[in-house]
Structure formats: C-alpha cells, structure tokens
C-alpha cells in the first residue's frame, strides 16, 4: 500500500515539463523539515498500486502523458511497482530531495526522470549523478552550489507569502540565469491559481 496525500490531474508548473498537462501523485511523509516548505504532503489516505495505476489512468483519459510523484519524499516509500507499472503508458517523472537513493532504484533508471530540488541535507551522490534536472529553491542573495551537477540547473524563487521579498526573489533568480545561463522556474500554477 502506498501513502498518498493526494492524486490530481493539472499544469505541471516548475521544472523540465512546464506547461505539460500531468497527473500529480502527493506522496505522504517527509525526512526533512525546511522552514521554507510549501507542500502539504500530510498523510490523507493509503491505495494499493493497481487502485492508483487505474486512478491515473481514469484522470489522464488518455490524453494527458505525464505522471509527476512529487511529495515529501518519494523515496520514504517502495516505489518499485508504481513505477513499473505507470511506465508502461506514462512518462514518469519524480521529484525529490534526493536525500535517498533506494536499492532497488538502479533497475529504473531509464524508466523515470528525476528532478532533484536539494534543501538543507546534501544530495546522495547517485541521484546528483543521475539527475535529468535539478531545481534550486532561491530567495535574494541565495547562491546555489551547481558545480557537481551536469544536468540541466533549474533556478526558483522562493514564495515567502510577501509581494515585495517576492519581487527580490524573482529578480534574484532572473540575474542568477543571467549570469550563470540557468533555467528560470516560476510555479506557473501559482501564477494560474490553480492546483
């Protein structure tokens, strides 16, 4: 049985697939405790694989591609069959602190991409290797350590719920693409008001 806090269909809005329309799967429970954090990943309900392969597939009505398991931290649960499973008709794409890599994880690799959003715990070294993005959380004066990672550099302001830091942030983040040739992410569903 596998943690959920929720399952929804909406726009994934940071990272490599902004814009595309995704199935969101909130894993419950996290390992860290940031102060920072804007996701509830509390635990609401718990489904069996197949429930929530069939769910995904109900949402997407076949039209909607992308699986996104987000959390928390994905990577507190096996996840091994979900992914097996949902790979078979979905792009999947997982997003962690990238704290964990589990042992079975080697197997499937080529099955999922990973986006890795580093806190306050440094990164294992397999997920920063194996990394297909990685999404730095800024707020103004914040620089991120890049220089062990080769893929693509994701740069997102910090929302401190305040309009002015918020402004700052963003502008931190546009000159830090700037100047470093960085991604810009904006969490376009906030932008959109929606999910």
């Known amino acids: 049985m596998i943690k959920i806090n929720e399952l929804f269909k909406s726009i994934q809005g940071e990272g490599p697939y902004t814009g595309h329309p995704a199935i969101f799967i909130r894993l419950a429970g996290c390992n860290l405790d940031c102060i920072f954090c ?12 197949e429930a929530i392969v069939e769910e995904v597939k ?22 091994r069959d979900l992914i097996y499973f949902l790979a078979k008709d979905f792009i999947v794409q997982i997003e962690t602190n990238g704290t964990r890599t589990p042992d079975y994880f080697a197997s499937y690799w080529g099955m999922v991409d990973i986006v890795v959003s580093p806190k306050t715990v440094p990164v294992d070294d397999i997920m920063r290797q194996r990394a297909a993005g990685v999404k730095f959380v800024v707020k103004e004066g914040m620089k991120p350590c890049t220089s062990l990672y080769t893929c693509p550099i994701y740069v997102q302001p910090m929302d401190e719920k305040d309009l002015v830091k918020n402004k700052a942030n963003r502008d931190w983040a546009v000159k830090l693409c700037l100047e470093h040739g960085y991604r810009l992410s904006l969490q376009i569903h906030k932008i959109l008001d929606i999910q």
């Open 38 to 49: 804007d996701t509830d990943f509390e635990y609401r309900r718990q489904a069996s694989v």
């Open 58 to 79: 109900q949402l997407s009505g076949g039209k909607v591609k992308l699986v996104v398991i987000t959390g928390g931290e994905p990577f507190l649960q096996d996840l």
